[in-house]
């Protein structure tokens, strides 16, 4: 038995709810990981994720192997006691590192420089897996080999097998039977490689599988040419992950070709930025129209920004530079996440999440005019 596995709750055509069980407990899907890069969320703390209905958080293998270094970490009751999080936590390998940093990639490892020293850096798969078995990650990542695109055929295919490589070394070196780790799909846009990718990944015997090197600029269209026939290749019962996701769009188009778990940066990103998800796109609260609005951001939404604050209000903490700011409109952007999911997973669960998802495109197209 897996430390990590999948079970199918209701669908509607390709698109799927289950329960994804781990050490750390379930996991209802489709669901949506807040990305906590340092072992936090950026502005909010454990007790708050709780709150607002976290199920699942994704820390980061590179940044935490350097500071504060995963011995540390260790020491400190793995992840789940260093950060204050009983829930189960996915840890993200590295690889995604190699677009935004930019290392030397050698046939058996990254070489990078250290983003806080500058000292060189080497991560191989089976360090990759170390570092992450001594975080207590519930599910790892192998270290896999994205490609910017676009990516002519020959950079996508060799980066492909590159990972392809680099996911049997990464089953090879797993040593804690409690803890899970995910295979990783490469190919980049090309329909043929995903699928291969995807076949000779799952043979591995992963109970889990990211959909990497996607998010990161292709068209929708293009998106679904490489995640389709890459989940056409998986068993039903292995949880698939499109990496790097977190568009309301992208989402629900993820979602309806089978897809149950995304992370994304971008919900606290923006908030930080001043931005405010909703249903009818996202909202500027720097705008000078708020300066004297009484209204919260939404109505709807049960966050504690919107229960208790205007747009004026949260407009002058963004102007003065107020750390509160940042803080109210993560923890709204989050709750939008989460229930946008929450709305996904019931509407799959009574038939109805197509004409859900089609309303939803229909009324930002809308707002977007
Ligand atoms: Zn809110």
Known sequence: MSAI????????????????????????????????????????????????????????????????????????????????????????????????????????????????????VELTPERAVAVQEALGADIAMVLDVPVALPAS??????????????AERSRAAKTRADRGLFGIVQGGADPGLRAYSARETADLGFPGFGIGGLAIGETPNERVKAIEPAVAELDRSAVRYVMGLGDTEGILDAVALGIDLFD???????ARHGKALTRDGDISIKRAEWTSDPRPIDGDCPCVACRRYSRGYLRHLNRTGELLGQRLLTLHNLTY???????????????????????????????AE
């Open 264 to 270: 994304c940066v971008l919900p606290t990103r923006l």
């Open 153 to 166: 055929r020959d950079v996508a295919e060799s980066a492909m097998h590159h990972t392809l490589r680099w």
């Open 5 to 120: 596995s999948w079970s199918e709750t209701s669908k509607d055509g390709d698109a799927r709810t289950g329960v994804m069980s781990t050490p750390h407990g379930d996991v209802t899907t489709p669901n949506f990981m807040a990305v906590g890069t340092r072992a936090t969320v950026k502005t909010v703390d454990t007790e708050d994720l709780d709150r607002i209905g976290a199920q699942i958080v994704l820390a980061n293998t590179y940044h935490l192997m350097l500071r504060p270094g995963e011995d540390v970490v260790a020491g400190l009751g793995e992840l789940h006691g260093f950060m204050a999080w009983d829930k189960p936590i996915l840890t993200d390998s590295g690889g995604y590192q190699v677009l935004s940093l930019d290392p030397k990639v050698t046939e058996d490892s990254l070489i990078f420089r250290s983003t806080y020293d500058g000292s060189l």
């Open 337 to 367: 996440t989460y229930r946008l999911m929450a709305d996904i997973r019931s509407t799959i669960a009574d038939g109805s999440f197509d004409a859900f998802r089609t309303d939803l495109h229909a009324r930002r197209d809308r707002a």
